[in-house]
Nanobody, 118 residues
């Protein structure tokens, strides 16, 4: 059974930095991708960044050049470095992973709050 757990959220001033971590326990059969999504109050959950097994990454336009996603296979942890944060980055951030085992399975972390003050 795959489980994901985020950490690293908190309160940060605009222009500052924050690093989120997503620790993975369990084993994927055939990993499709991993990434981060966020949900601000009153809004739908949106994609932030994703990374594929060959470490190709993609970002939503609003975070390009500011956020970086990467994986550490040795520790089975995924990270999201958030630089030059803005108040509009305030949201609950969720890490997820998708793998294929007869069907596509999506695993979610519990979420971590990021609040950016102006």
């Amino acid at each position: 059974q795959v489980q994901l757990m985020e950490s690293g959220g908190g309160l940060v001033q605009a222009g500052g930095s924050l690093r989120l971590s997503c620790a993975v326990s369990g084993r994927f059969l055939e990993l499709i991708d991993m990434g981060w999504r966020r949900q601000a109050p009153g809004k739908e959950r949106e994609a932030v960044a994703l990374i594929t097994p060959d470490d190709t990454s993609n970002y939503t336009d609003s975070v390009k050049g500011r956020f970086t996603i990467w994986r550490d296979s040795a520790s089975n942890t995924m990270y999201l470095q958030m630089n030059s944060v803005k108040p509009e980055d305030t949201a609950v951030y969720y890490c997820y992973a998708r793998d294929y085992a007869l069907r596509i399975n999506t695993y979610w972390g519990q979420g971590t709050q990021v609040t950016v003050s102006a």
